[in-house]
């Protein structure tokens, strides 16, 4: 904190400045346009206004209707699992399934022939590739810069 005694004038000057300034007046319509703000949403009705300004019997009751409607939900899901395991398709769904093991051969031989030419590719390369994809970055921050001034700065 600086005890300077200029700065102790600097606030005092401020302070009387802005204590002589005028004290803004409202406009004459603003407390009519309030009111009537006011009074329009008093006007509401209760279900357009926010759940803390419901009834006590109509948030209980929306309440118990949501959980209704939760435990309706989770009752059809059980039913459908319980269809779906017993039911014609169940044996559809026992059945071995062979694309996973295809699926699984198709990612061990990607998986191959990546790590096979990443490990033959020279590190110098990798790092000139990484080097010409920043500046072609750059490039495109550089440019697009360029237009946007050219396009919407100068209007």
Known sequence: MNNDPRDHELERLIDRTLR??????????????????IEQRAALPWWRKGFAYWPLTAQVAFAIISMGFVKAGLDAAMWAMEVLRTGPL??????????????????????????????????????AGVCVLAAMYAMLFGLSAAAYRTLYASR
């Open 90 to 127: 169940a044996a559809t769904l026992d059945m071995p399934m062979d694309w996973i093991r295809t699926l699984s051969g198709v990612v061990t031989f990607v998986h191959g022939l990546w790590a096979l030419l990443v490990h033959n590719i020279p590190a110098l390369w990798i790092y």
């Open 20 to 37: 002589d300034q005028p004290s803004l007046q409202a406009p004459a319509t603003l407390q009519s346009r309030v009111w009537a703000g």
